[in-house]
């Protein structure tokens, strides 16, 4: 029988002080982007679950927000 070693996929996640730069850079420069990057980065949420997010699963006063679906292609 023939066996294949399949070198693992590690995934490089940014730092916290790249996060940062790339928030102030597109702040400082008034990109459309930066809120929507500012929410992905301070959730944790997937782009897929952003996406797909509803006011109703929003609680602003409890700060709280349920994921319930993600949308993909």
């Not at 702040?27 to 990057?37: A, I, K, N, P, S």
Request: charged residues 25%; contains cysteine; glycine residues 6%.
């Amino acid at each position: 029988y023939v066996t294949f070693k399949v070198p693992s996929r590690q995934k490089k996640l940014p730092t916290y002080e790249e996060i940062q730069r790339l928030l102030m850079a597109t702040r400082d420069q008034g990109l459309e982007w930066y809120w929507g990057w500012h929410f992905l980065a301070t959730t944790g949420c997937r782009s897929g679950e952003a996406y797909a997010l509803k006011w109703r699963n929003v609680d602003l006063d409890a700060k709280t927000i349920h994921i319930v679906e993600s949308w993909t292609r």
